[in-house]
C-alpha cells in the first residue's frame, strides 16, 4: 500500500517543488545579510506548510480508501473541481502573461526579501507552501491519494513525509548547496534564480496545465468507477 500511495502522490509533489516562486524566494532569502538563518527558517516554514496542509487533508478523508464512502465521493468530485480550476489558471496566466517588450511585476512579498526578519521568514515559507491557492489544491490532491491507495497508521505517517520532502527538494536543494559551497554556490543559485525569474510563466502554466489534466482526468475515472 505505502508504494502504491507513494506513486500517487508523486506527480502533485513534484509539481510543488518545480514552482518557481519559493525557488526565487530561497535564493534572494540566502543571499541577504542573514542568508544562512533566515534560509533555515524559511525552509523550516515551507515543510510546516506542507505538512500541516497535508495531514489535515489526510485525516479529513481518512474514509477515501473505501470506495462507496461519501469521503470518497468527495474526494473524487473534489478532483474534478481542482484538476478544472488548475487548467483554468493555467490559462488564464498564459492569457495574462507579460507580451514583448513588456516587464512582469514581480509579486509584493518578494520586496526586502534579502533583509527579511527570522519571523517574516519563517511565516512566508509556511504561507507559500500551506496558504498558496496552487499548492493547496496539489498538496489536498497528494492526500486525498495516499488515502484512497489504502494508506494507514505508519504508512500514511511516511507517504506524508516523502510527499512534504520530495515537495521541499528544491528548496531544500537550494539551502544545503549555499551552506555548503560558499560564493561558487551563491553565484550558480543566482542564475538558477533568474532563470526562473525569466521563465517563470512557462514554468508555471506547464505545471498548472499537466497537473490539472491529471487530476481532472484522475477524477473523472474514479467517479466512474
Keep these: 500500500m505505502l508504494i502504491q500511495a507513494v506513486g500517487a502522490m508523486l506527480p502533485a509533489a513534484l509539481a510543488v517543488a518545480l514552482s518557481p516562486f519559493p525557488v526565487i524566494a530561497i535564493v534572494l532569502i540566502l543571499s541577504g545579510a542573514q542568508g544562512r538563518r533566515n534560509g533555515l527558517l524559511f525552509t523550516a516554514g515551507w515543510i510546516t506548510g506542507l505538512a500541516i496542509t497535508a495531514t489535515l487533508v489526510a485525516v479529513l478523508f481518512g474514509a477515501a480508501d473505501d470506495p462507496e464512502s461519501t469521503s470518497s465521493a468527495i474526494a473524487d468530485w473534489g478532483r474534478v473541481v481542482a484538476g478544472g480550476a488548475l487548467i483554468v489558471l493555467g490559462v488564464r496566466k498564459w492569457w495574462k502573461r507579460p507580451r514583448t517588450g513588456e516587464q512582469a511585476e514581480p509579486p509584493r512579498w518578494m520586496a526586502s526579501l534579502?533583509?527579511?526578519?527570522?519571523?517574516?521568514?519563517?511565516?512566508?515559507?509556511?504561507?507559500?507552501?500551506?496558504?498558496?491557492?496552487?499548492?493547496?489544491?496539489?498538496?489536498?490532491?497528494?492526500?486525498?491519494?495516499?488515502?484512497?491507495a489504502g494508506a494507514h497508521d505508519v504508512g500514511l505517517a511516511v507517504a506524508v513525509?516523502?510527499?512534504?520532502?520530495?515537495?521541499?527538494?528544491?528548496?531544500?536543494?537550494?539551502?544545503?548547496?549555499?551552506?555548503?559551497?560558499?560564493?561558487?554556490?551563491?553565484?550558480?543559485?543566482?542564475?538558477?534564480?533568474?532563470?526562473?525569474?525569466?521563465?517563470?510563466?512557462?514554468?508555471?502554466?506547464?505545471?498548472?496545465?499537466?497537473?490539472?489534466?491529471?487530476?481532472?482526468?484522475?477524477?473523472?475515472?474514479?467517479?466512474?468507477?
Excluded at 118 to 143: D, E, H, I, W
Excluded at 169 to 189: D, N, W
Design 161 to 225: 513525509v516523502v510527499f512534504v520532502l520530495v515537495a521541499s527538494c528544491t528548496v531544500l536543494g537550494a539551502v544545503c548547496l549555499r551552506l555548503a559551497g560558499g560564493q561558487r554556490s551563491a553565484t550558480f543559485l543566482d542564475s538558477v534564480r533568474q532563470f526562473m525569474v525569466t521563465n517563470s510563466t512557462v514554468i508555471v502554466v506547464l505545471v498548472l496545465l499537466l497537473l490539472g489534466a491529471s487530476v481532472l482526468g484522475d477524477g473523472l475515472s474514479a467517479l466512474g468507477r
Design 114 to 148: 534579502d533583509d527579511a526578519t527570522a519571523s517574516r521568514a519563517f511565516f512566508l515559507g509556511a504561507l507559500l507552501s500551506g496558504a498558496n491557492p496552487k499548492n493547496l489544491v496539489l498538496t489536498a490532491s497528494a492526500a486525498a491519494s495516499i488515502v484512497e
